[in-house]
């Protein structure tokens, strides 16, 4: 029950259908209470005199562009909430005077609005994790004591108005500080009273397994890993009580996310079932996967079958590239490799860092180790209802530099050379070796592998598959299909580019699971795609052709309708590789002339 004490002279005027409009209850701070903007909200901190009620209402502000905001430079009619968004996470964005006019004019790459603008990007501040209040009761210290039992009705009318959500009304306001670095206790600086869940310290429960080196297992009894560290790290930083549970498989950490036995995992990344029941942190860090073969391939695409890990994500993401390859699931890493072994199979992957770790840990070469155009991103997974939890740790992940992610790393990359049992002349050589050997993997990203790929879908990028077509025409006959996305400027235009790009990569994905092993598929340049068919007569280019359009015309790209025109062209043995491109480009022109979504084909 609330209660309103006699005396206390002051009407509270709000109206929530109206966005919260709210009356000011008296101009001078001085033995008052007001409610003011957020935009007093650096004045409030600053002011050792006044002490925050209760912070009210959600502020709606919205970040306005003509491009994705990674690519932004420049911000017009910045607010204190997005100067603390630009604190947090991008302190390269310039702040510039002036509105919308500002945007238009192009003095600045986007603008803050309180309204979303139809045909640009609309940024909601809740898409980067930032919440703000629009309103804050205020009152000076004095007057608040003189009036605790009105305060206390106050505090309880509008936990009322506010569907009783006043816990995280004030964990906002505790976020916004945090992120500008003031590490400003407001439960015992501002409020009479918490909610309990900000007075009583919860212990995370983390689930982990102890055979993942580099990134966590045990040594001498200890939990010890790349990832272990950083967590410890950021766990300090934040103070964030915790206790680690071992788990004997990664299938096992899964399941105790998925029942709620645990409540966080340090090693995996976002995959659309996994987000069924859990929820993840931006990425950490970052490796490519490292495959190991037993005899050296010239090219993933050669290679028959692959052991993997079950419910790793990396063969999740190998299976989506190159569906075409038999897959071999075992419980481990080290499985994996010893199918490699005992020829059960040809090659097996896994993250780089821990496929360089088992290479030496059980004596095998690793020049056979090669690396895909693939990135695993390594992120926090939660199980669902820790999104404060998620927000917090996003925040101490951005407090992490590179040079101490880089010390992590090195710190145990290096450790299975050190600790060997081999006379110290011959560790200095390993070490050095594998220091030489590991910076040119990471640091240059394998740049063969890298720039054989095209960036965005994963197949062929136009310099390879024009060496492909080069290397093909020289011995043998076959026949080309050149082909582009009809009208995708406009799509690009009506759904913006990263539609685009999604567009890009569920048509290279469609059509690379429709081709044969020993066709080369690549991107020509922009919605341009050149593919390869060696020995393939110019009847069976047409026949696949015309498959590949049907494909593509039937797909589901979120209900947007999407359709190709191809040219279809052979080429004899030792012709010359411009010519044959002229063909099949004379044919695509035709198929566009004649009407698009077509195939049409030049016989020489």
């Avoid at 950490?284 to 890990?309: N, Q, R, T, W």
């Avoid at 062929?460 to 009809?486: M, P, Q």
Wanted: net charge positive; glycine share 6%; with cysteine.
């Amino acid at each position: 029950m609330c209660f309103l004490s006699k005396g206390f002279d002051i009407e509270l005027s709000i109206d929530y259908k109206e966005k919260y409009y709210l009356s000011l209850l008296k101009i001078d701070f001085n033995n008052s209470v007001a409610i003011i903007s957020y935009k007093d909200f650096p004045f409030i901190l600053k002011n050792e005199n006044l002490q925050i009620v209760a912070p009210l209402g959600n502020l709606e502000l919205f970040i306005i562009t003509k491009e994705p905001f990674y690519k932004i430079k420049s911000l017009a009619n910045v607010s204190y909430p997005v100067k603390i968004l630009l604190n947090a996470i991008s302190k390269k964005i310039r702040v510039v005077n002036g509105g919308m006019e500002a945007f238009l004019s192009g003095k600045a790459d986007g603008y803050v609005s309180e309204s979303k603008v139809d045909g640009y990007y609309n940024y909601p501040l809740d898409f980067f994790g930032i919440r703000f209040n629009k309103f804050y009761l205020v009152g000076d210290k004095d007057f608040l004591k003189a009036h605790k039992m009105d305060i206390e009705f106050l505090s309880c009318y509008l936990k009322d108005k506010l569907k009783g959500d006043m816990s995280r009304a004030v964990e906002e306001v505790i976020f916004g500080s945090y992120v500008l670095g003031r590490k400003i206790d407001l439960c015992r600086k501002f409020f009479k009273r918490c909610d309990e869940k900000f007075n009583k310290t919860k212990i995370i429960k983390i689930a982990i397994t102890p055979n993942w080196p580099p990134f966590h297992f045990l040594e001498d009894g200890y939990l010890r890993g790349i990832s272990v560290d950083f967590w410890k790290l950021i766990a300090k930083r934040g103070g964030i009580d915790y206790k680690f549970y071992i788990k004997p498989f990664w299938g096992s950490v899964l399941n105790s996310i998925k029942d709620k036995e645990s409540d966080l995992t340090l090693d995996s990344s976002f995959t659309k079932n996994r987000a069924k029941y859990a929820i993840f942190t931006k990425p950490y860090m970052k490796f490519p996967l490292g495959i190991f073969c037993k005899k050296v391939v010239d090219s993933i695409e050669e290679i028959k079958s692959i052991a993997v890990g079950y419910n790793f994500t990396a063969y999740k993401m190998m299976k989506e590239h190159y569906p075409n390859i038999k897959y071999i699931l075992t419980k481990d890493t080290p499985e994996a490799l010893e199918y490699v072994k005992t020829g059960q199979a040809e090659c097996a992957v896994d993250i780089l860092p821990v496929m360089s770790w088992y290479l030496k840990e059980m004596g095998l070469n690793d020049k056979s180790l090669i690396l895909t155009p693939f990135y695993f991103e390594l992120q926090i997974m939660l199980r669902k209802g820790l999104e404060d939890l998620r927000d917090r740790l996003n925040v101490l992940i951005d407090e992490i530099s590179k040079k101490n992610k880089k010390a992590l790393v090195e710190k145990y990359v290096f450790i299975r050379v050190y600790t060997t049992k081999s006379n110290k002349y011959l560790n200095f050589l390993y070490a050095l070796f594998f220091v030489v050997f590991f910076y040119l993997l990471i640091q240059l990203k394998n740049y063969k592998q890298k720039a054989s790929f095209d960036a965005l879908t994963g197949i062929l990028n136009r310099g390879t598959i024009e060496e492909k077509l080069r290397e093909i025409a020289r011995e043998k006959e076959g026949s080309v299909i050149f082909f582009d996305i009809d009208h995708f400027k406009k799509i690009n235009d009506t759904y913006g580019h990263e539609f685009g790009d999604y567009v890009l990569k569920k048509l290279s994905k469609i059509i690379k699971g429709r081709l044969r092993r020993k066709d080369f598929f690549g991107r020509w340049g922009g919605e341009e795609f050149l593919i390869v068919l060696p020995n393939t007569p110019y009847n069976g280019a047409l026949k696949l052709a015309e498959e590949i359009r049907e494909l593509i015309e039937k797909a589901n790209f979120e209900n947007v309708k999407v359709t190709i025109s191809l040219g279809v062209g052979d080429f004899k043995r030792g012709e010359d590789v411009d010519t044959i491109i002229q063909r099949v480009d004379n044919a695509l022109y035709n198929a566009k002339n004649s009407g698009r979504n077509q195939v049409k084909g030049i016989y020489d």
